[in-house]
């Protein structure tokens, strides 16, 4: 697992403000926007948008505010046209960040891009440097004080998960972003609630910086999570239990 992945499960466990919310919304209508727009705007015959679907309904968007997104996509309403773009990155201590960005205005994201990665000391790499160290995987977390280790891995097991974990009272299913739907689809059918559900980009081998190291680097990380323009934003920063963001 990233650890950055783990701490971004942490802070959802924890409750998102309704600013982080509606910047979460924000986020996934841009996304099925753009899937609708490469792929047609039936999910059945797009992967893409099928994903990003899943992932708005399982973070609880209304579905008008789904099917908005798809029509704007498709055309049928008018919208939006957002290009993407990939950074790398490396945080302060040598931490590999990788960076999707969903833009109306490639100019201005590079530019905040470049300008959050200066100020808090880290640098923009190579192409092919950072995305090398990283895998996509699937994600599905649960409540941990809901359901037990045990009930989850039975059923993510059958479903055809390949590994479950608990971290800081949250249950993460792991599978290939093949398998990825039919293992959300298939706890969704045994009644699991889930928290959150997504592809993402997994690190390889983690790194482990000090105390302050860590701080750092994780100031960083959400700072660029923090602009509009980004998307996503991957680490293979190794994230201690308990870690507590300043």
């Known amino acids: ?23 979460m919304f924000t986020k996934l209508i841009k996304e099925i926007s753009i899937a609708a727009r490469m ?3 039936n999910p059945e015959g797009n992967p893409r948008l099928r994903t990003a679907v899943l992932k708005a309904r399982v973070a609880n968007m209304p579905k008008d505010n789904i099917d908005r997104a798809i029509k704007k996509g498709t055309g049928e309403l008018e919208g939006v046209n957002y290009e993407e773009l990939t950074y790398e990155a490396y945080a302060p201590g040598g931490v590999a960040v990788l960076i999707e960005v969903l833009t109306d205005n ?6 905040d891009v470049r300008n959050i990665l200066t100020r808090a ?7 092919g440097s950072v995305s090398r160290l990283f895998r996509r995987q699937g994600i599905i977390t649960l409540d941990g004080e809901k359901y037990t280790e045990d009930q989850v891995m039975e059923a993510a097991i059958e479903g ?4 479950v974990a608990l971290l800081d009272g949250v249950i993460e299913v792991i599978t290939s972003p093949e398998d990825f739907e039919a293992v959300a689809d298939f706890l969704s059918e045994k009644s699991f609630e889930t928290m959150s559900a997504e592809i993402s980009m997994v690190a390889d081998v983690e790194v482990a910086l000090d105390g302050e190291g860590t ?21 293979n920063l190794e994230i201690p239990e308990g870690f507590e963001a300043e």
């Open 160 to 163: 055809g998960a390949e590994d």
């Open 1 to 23: 697992m990233s650890g950055h992945s783990k701490w971004a499960t942490i802070k959802h466990a924890k409750g998102a403000a309704d600013a982080k919310r509606g910047q």
């Open 39 to 41: 792929g047609g705007g």
């Open 121 to 127: 000391g880290g640098q923009l790499a190579t192409a």
């Open 215 to 235: 701080s750092k680097a994780a100031r960083l990380i959400e700072k660029l999570e923090e602009n509009d323009d980004v998307q996503n934003v991957y680490s």
């Open 106 to 111: 490639k100019n201005r994201a590079a530019a």
